[in-house]
């Protein structure tokens, strides 16, 4: 197992057959929600931390599978609110 940080909220993992037999699949029967549950697994053991939504590219081989994770932060809740701007009056010369 290959394990590559790119970035603060991303990762790249290469999976043998036999690493992904662990988990109980192979690279050509790999679904999405045991990618998910096994990306989250290996980063949580290595410490890395993928916050909020995770973004999978899988891409699967003959023996093995190369995964690309992406963390989205979560939004915050709502937006800061804004002091409304100042009208400035607008002082003219006498002509």
């Keep these: 197992m ?3 940080p790119i970035g603060a909220n991303r990762v790249a993992l290469t999976l043998t057959s036999d690493e992904l037999s662990l ?9 999405l929600e045991q990618a998910l549950a ?3 697994d290996v980063c949580g053991r290595e410490g890395i931390l993928l916050e909020g ?3 999978l ?3 699967p081989g003959q023996w093995d599978v190369m995964l690309f994770a992406h963390g ?3 939004m915050p809740p709502r937006p800061i609110p ?3 701007l100042r009208h ?6 006498p002509t």
């Design 88 to 93: 400035r009056r607008v002082r003219r010369e």
């Design 53 to 55: 939504s995770v973004e």
């Design 38 to 40: 096994l990306t989250r």
């Design 57 to 59: 590219e899988i891409y």
């Design 72 to 74: 989205a932060a979560a």
């Design 2 to 4: 290959t394990i590559q």
């Design 23 to 31: 988990y109980g699949c192979s690279p050509a029967s790999l679904t």
């Design 82 to 84: 804004r002091r409304p």
